[in-house]
Nanobody, 122 residues
Framework: VQLQACGGGLVQAGGSLRLSCAAS????????MGWFRQAAGKEREFVAG????????NYADSVKGRFTISRDNAKNTVYLQMNSLKAEDTAVYYC????????????????WGQGTQVTVSS
């Protein structure tokens, strides 16, 4: 599976962005998908995960109620809708695919996209 993330950019605090991650290959629907982020000087952290069917989701406490993960298996795409953005959301955002449900653990993800920068100005 090859993943291509896009949709990042510069936004003011309180604003919204929608990230997309397009996957190649016909097996996209077999994988759980996740979004992670890495701020400068910090470790990569889990943001949100979604099961292969889209029926189950998981979020980091820091984004609950503000971010929404979804997927469209017909389009081989997973999304991250980010609302009420804060300066602390600034990071490079990565999408990833896992065979293990919708794990929050980076090492359980098999494939990673290249990342898209999100910058939130305060």
């Amino acid at each position: 599976v090859q993943l291509q993330a896009c949709g990042g950019g510069l936004v003011q605090a309180g604003g919204s962005l929608r990230l997309s991650c397009a996957a190649s290959g016909r097996t996209f629907s077999r994988y759980g998908m996740g979004w992670f982020r890495q701020a400068a000087g910090k470790e990569r952290e889990f943001v949100a995960g979604i099961s292969w069917s889209g029926g189950r989701t998981n979020y980091a406490d820091s984004v609950k109620g503000r971010f929404t993960i979804s997927r469209d298996n017909a389009k081989n795409t997973v999304y991250l809708q980010m609302n009420s953005l804060k300066a602390e959301d600034t990071a490079v955002y990565y999408c990833a695919a896992t065979q293990w449900g919708y794990s929050g653990t980076p090492r359980e993800y098999d494939y990673w996209g290249q990342g898209t920068q999100v910058t939130v100005s305060s």
